[in-house]
């Protein structure tokens, strides 16, 4: 029995491609069965494959019995010849440190003591974590997942592989693992914490499995197994094809960590996807999307389908807001830039007194610079090359201090040679710029006359034209504005 278990672990480690020659592998050993089981499996391995291995016990320190447990797992690995790394941690305190289960601080930490030990190894092999859930594992997490409300992602559960993470034995039950050890004649620890009832997963262990397994199907868990690796499969092909829909209709938004879909593209593709992209989304703008539900993903979908502006507030300081054709996701955060170059902001803005340069956090950096008029005219042959973020502007005609400031009630722009003006609240309003965004755009202004939107156009008023003496030069480098299509010089 020992041996065909051992076959079949191996084939199933070939049939994911976990290990190659020359990997080193990292594998987390508690003491448990499931663990000793693991480890055994992978030193016989590496007397077949040229692959290295050592092993990572993490002591908890919670349990009074983690002592002995750390002393076992160095006594077999001993008997192995396979090299022993102990490190410990206070669990409980990073946990209440964090604001997180003792759960998921315990696998945080022992993932930060893999890096650890992996960081000081010597050499360049490549390096590969191998951890023991087994198929009971995969089932528990895939009932909890269902129960708790899930996708295609949280239903398939736990997966042979993940980036440099390997499973092993995921293909094994649990009667199969205490099958090889004692095959084996391998002495395991017993971690009392499993027996307890405290954990949803070890209520799905002790009471729902096992009915399941008594009184419905007797390979639930094989079955479920089954089911997990179609999901697995079907959910890589639908992250394949998402990925390739969101480079299609999202792009960086106006802000820093912001994203901007378009509706209309998203909602054009099938509803299947529309999750799917906007939980792609989420992850460019946070590290993990513990807690991001199907609900939030479904009242995102909801504001994207609804008519007008909506906004949704989301976990992690998210706030969604949609208006026009256009979802935007920005994570708020303090500003982390100063204002830096020649100008201070006052309250009212930066005052730009040329040659200037001026930064404006999250916007962009300007440069002002005066040029000779009629030089500038006979090198263009009369005629303002046309720019998107460069500008030329007849420096005489400013009659108060040039600011560059955000967006004044009775602000205004003229709009051809005839002087019509247009106020900067009603353009905007026809070109579609989110309100959300309006407000935080910065404008060049004299007075309530604004010379330049910048990304979209500049006033009539400053038009250089064969009698300007003085030209004022304006860049911009680095700018987010959003909504343009093109340079507009009217």
């Known amino acids: 029995?020992?041996?065909?278990?051992?076959?079949?672990?191996?084939?199933?480690?070939?049939?994911?491609?976990?290990?190659?020659?020359?990997?080193?592998?990292?594998?987390?050993?508690?003491?448990?069965?499931?663990?000793?089981?693991?480890?055994?499996?992978?030193?016989?391995?590496?007397?077949?494959r040229p692959i290295r291995l050592l092993v990572v016990h993490v002591d908890h320190g919670v349990r009074r019995e983690s002592a002995k447990d750390a002393a076992y797992v160095e006594r077999l690995c001993g008997r192995l010849g396979v090299p022993f790394c102990l490190r410990k941690a206070d669990m409980n305190g990073y946990a209440s440190d964090h604001k997180l289960s003792k759960e998921e601080a315990g696998r945080i930490l022992r993932y930060k003591a893999f890096e650890e030990v992996?960081?000081?190894?010597?050499?360049?092999?490549?390096?590969?974590?191998?951890?023991?859930?087994?198929?009971?594992?995969?089932?528990?997490?895939?009932?909890?997942?269902?129960?708790?409300?899930?996708?295609?992602?949280?239903?398939?559960?736990?997966r042979p592989v993940r980036d440099s993470v390997i499973r092993p034995i995921l293909c094994l039950e649990r009667a199969e693992i205490e099958g090889y050890l004692a095959g084996q004649h391998l002495e395991y620890c017993h971690d009392s914490t499993n027996e307890e009832d405290g954990y949803s997963r070890n209520k799905i262990r002790h009471h729902i499995l096992p009915y399941v397994e008594e009184e419905i199907c007797r390979?639930?868990?094989?079955?479920?197994?089954?089911?997990?690796?179609?999901?697995?499969?079907?959910?890589?092909?639908?992250?394949?094809?998402?990925?390739?829909?969101?480079?299609?209709?999202?792009?960086?938004?106006?802000?820093?960590e912001s994203v901007c879909v378009s509706c209309r593209k998203l909602l054009s593709e099938d509803a299947v996807f529309h999750k799917e992209v906007l939980l792609l989304c989420m992850e460019r703008l946070i590290p993990h999307r513990k807690d991001i539900t199907g609900q939030h993903m479904a009242d995102l979908v909801k504001i994207m389908q609804s008519p007008g502006s909506k906004t949704?507030?989301?976990?992690?300081?998210?706030?969604?807001?949609?208006?026009?054709?256009?979802?935007?996701?920005?994570r708020s955060a303090e500003d982390s830039a100063d204002a830096a170059g020649a100008e201070e902001e006052t309250a009212d803005g930066y005052e730009v007194r040329p040659p200037a340069q001026i930064c404006v956090p999250q916007e962009g950096e300007f440069l002002f610079t005066l040029l000779d008029g009629p030089a500038f005219l006979q090198e263009n042959r009369q005629n303002i090359p046309e720019n998107r973020y460069t500008k030329w502007f007849d420096y005489d005609k400013i009659t108060t201090a040039l600011m560059l400031r955000t967006r004044k009630q009775g602000d205004y722009l003229v709009i051809d040679g005839a002087m019509h003006t247009k106020s900067v609240k009603q353009y905007m309003i026809n070109e579609k710029i989110p309100r959300v965004q309006r407000d935080r755009m910065y404008l060049l202004a004299d007075g309530s006359h604004v010379l330049w939107i910048p990304g979209y156009r500049i006033s009539q008023g400053y038009k250089v034209d064969e009698s300007t003496k003085r030209i004022l030069q304006v860049q911009l480098r680095g700018g987010r504005y959003v909504g343009t299509s093109g340079s507009i010089v009217e």
């Open 312 to 330: 949704l507030s989301l976990p992690y300081g998210i706030t969604a807001y949609k208006e026009y054709d256009r979802l935007y996701l920005s």
């Open 118 to 158: 992996l960081g000081q190894q010597e050499g360049e092999s490549a390096c590969k974590i191998a951890v023991a859930h087994n198929a009971n594992d995969r089932a528990e997490t895939m009932l909890f997942h269902l129960f708790r409300g899930s996708g295609i992602r949280g239903a398939a559960s736990i």
């Open 1 to 48: 029995m020992a041996e065909n278990i051992y076959k079949k672990v191996i084939n199933f480690i070939d049939r994911y491609h976990m290990i190659q020659d020359g990997d080193l592998i990292a594998a987390g050993v508690s003491g448990g069965a499931d663990s000793v089981c693991m480890l055994h499996i992978l030193w016989r391995l590496s007397k077949d």
């Open 219 to 256: 390979d639930a868990v094989s079955h479920m197994g089954a089911l997990a690796d179609i999901l697995s499969e079907t959910g890589a092909y639908m992250d394949k094809q998402a990925r390739r829909i969101y480079a299609g209709c999202v792009q960086e938004g106006p802000w820093p």
